[in-house]
């Protein structure tokens, strides 16, 4: 499996990015996987950040963003996206896209699958 995340860039504080990430791989099936957001600021661990079921139907953020972020898929695309808004300096991170079967394995921060992150800069 295969996660090709893309979107990040320079942005300034109250401003919105969309990120996206793009799956591919024989083994990778959409309807069969949760997706999921994680980022990793300057000096910090990697936190989980947003996740969505296979279907759609259940999706879970942290707290700090919720409100701000929304996830969502296009299981057609085999692609998840992550529409942030009101973006604050706090937000500046790598965020990288993730994979699995069971959503909670997502949640916990152990998902089967990693794709590589892209930058995200918010300026104040």
């Known amino acids: 499996v295969q996660l090709q995340a893309s979107g990040g860039g320079l942005v300034q504080a109250g401003g919105s990015l969309r990120l996206s990430c793009a799956a591919s791989g024989r083994s990778f099936s959409s309807y069969a996987s949760a997706m999921g957001w994680f980022r990793q600021a300057p000096g910090k661990e990697r936190e989980f950040v947003a996740a969505i079921s296979w279907n759609g139907g259940i999706t879970q953020y942290v707290d700090s963003v919720k409100g701000r972020f929304t996830i969502s898929r296009d299981n057609a695309k085999n692609t998840v996206y992550l529409q942030m808004n009101s973006l604050k300096p706090e937000d500046t991170a790598v965020y990288y896209c993730?994979?699995?079967?069971?959503?909670?394995?997502?949640?916990?921060?152990?998902?089967?699958?990693w794709g590589q992150g892209t930058l995200v800069t918010v300026s104040s």
């Open positions: 993730a994979a699995d079967p069971i959503l909670n394995r997502i949640r916990v921060g152990a998902p089967a699958h």
